[in-house]
C-alpha cells in the first residue's frame, strides 16, 4: 500500500471483517469456568464491558469455545482484571488443550475460589466480579454475548477511588493494562481527567 496523507480516509471493504486492518483498545480480562468433569478453565477476552452502568457484565464468545459451553451449563462465571505484571499468566490461559482435552498451561497460574459461585480467578488481579449468567444472544456472526449479573466484586484495596486521592496517583501507583487489538497491549500509567463541557450528564 502506498503511503498516505494523514488525512485521507480509506473506505475498507466490508466483504470481510474489519477489525485487524487498525488497531483499537480494550480491557483485557479473563473469564473463569467451572469444567463439567468438575475442573476450571481460565481464557482470555477483550470484547468485554460493563453493560450500562448497573451491575452487569458482558463479554463476546462464540459456541464453539469451552468458556461458552461451560457457562451455558453451569449459568456462573468469573471476570478476573490481570495487572500489567500478569501478561504472561494472561497468555497462558490462552493456550490450546492437550491430546487428553487438558490446558496444562493452568497448572502454574496462581488462583483463588470465588466466594459467592462455584469457580475461580487469578490471585492478585486488579478487579474480580462474580457473576451468575443473566442471559446469551447468539447470531452475532459465529459470535454471541454473554451478559451476567455481578453478585460479588472484589478490588484491590490501593485501586478504591477516594474524594481525597487524585485519580491520577491511583493510576500512577496501580497502572491498568490495555489490549490493544490485534495482538499487542500496554500500559496505562499517565492519564489526564477528560474535558467534560459544563453541564454534561451520563
Not at 89 to 117: F, G, H, M, W
Not at 182 to 188: L, Q, W
Request: glycine share 6%; net charge negative.
Amino acid at each position: 500500500m502506498s503511503q498516505s496523507n494523514p488525512q485521507e480516509l480509506l473506505h475498507l471493504d466490508l466483504e470481510h471483517p474489519i477489525w485487524e486492518r487498525f488497531f483499537s483498545v480494550a480491557p483485557l480480562v479473563i473469564v473463569g469456568t467451572k469444567e463439567a468433569e468438575g475442573g476450571y478453565d481460565l481464557a482470555p477476552k477483550h470484547l468485554a464491558m460493563p453493560l450500562g452502568w448497573d451491575n452487569y457484565f458482558g463479554f463476546i464468545c462464540t459456541p464453539r469455545h469451552r468458556t461458552y459451553q461451560n457457562i451455558q451449563r453451569e449459568q456462573v462465571f468469573t471476570v478476573s482484571f490481570p495487572t500489567p505484571e500478569q501478561i504472561i499468566y494472561t497468555s497462558l490461559t490462552a493456550a490450546p488443550r492437550c491430546d487428553n482435552d487438558q490446558k496444562l498451561s493452568l497448572e502454574v497460574i496462581p488462583v483463588e475460589k470465588a466466594l459467592r459461585i462455584e469457580g475461580i480467578f487469578l490471585k492478585d488481579a486488579y478487579l474480580v466480579l462474580e457473576c451468575e449468567l443473566d442471559r446469551i444472544i447468539d447470531h452475532f456472526g459465529e459470535n454471541s454475548l454473554i451478559a451476567g449479573k455481578i453478585v460479588a466484586a472484589h478490588l484491590q484495596k490501593q485501586a478504591l477511588r477516594e474524594p481525597d486521592i487524585d485519580d491520577h496517583d491511583i493510576i500512577d501507583q496501580l497502572p491498568l493494562l490495555a489490549y490493544l487489538s490485534p495482538g499487542r497491549f500496554a500500559t496505562i500509567k499517565h492519564t489526564q481527567g477528560f474535558p467534560f463541557h459544563q453541564g454534561f450528564k451520563r
